[in-house]
Nanobody, 124 residues
């Protein structure tokens, strides 16, 4: 069975940093594109960042320059480093592995594996 698990969220003051982790079982990240999405209360789930099977990266405009996505193949883990956190970053962050690289992955429900999410809360 495939399992995708996110961790690393928490309560952080504005201007601080977090590193989120996404660990997979029954799946090798090197064979998939991996995407991060986030969903704030009462809002739609939105694309944040992606890393391709060839380690190319892509970011949404509102996080460009503050977020960094990376992969550690030996640990089968994908990371999302978040710097200079803002209250608007408060959301549940989800990791999704599949055949689509980028925002369109949210529509590829048949070939995408999702984690349960990790909560990030930024205080002012």
């Amino acid at each position: 069975q495939v399992q995708v698990v996110e961790s690393g969220g928490g309560l952080v003051q504005a201007g601080g940093s977090l590193r989120l982790s996404c660990v997979a079982s029954g799946l090798t990240f090197g064979n998939y594109h991996t995407n991060w999405f986030r969903q704030a209360p009462g809002k739609a789930r939105k694309f944040v960042a992606a890393i391709s099977r060839k380690d190319s990266s892509y970011y949404s405009d509102d996080v460009e320059g503050r977020f960094i996505i990376s992969r550690d193949g030996a640990k089968n883990t994908v990371y999302l480093q978040i710097n200079n956190l803002e209250p608007e970053d408060t959301a549940v962050y989800y990791c999704a592995a599949g055949s689509v690289f980028g925002p369109a992955a949210i529509r590829d429900t048949e070939n995408t594996y999702w984690g349960q999410g990790t909560q990030v809360t930024v205080s002012s």
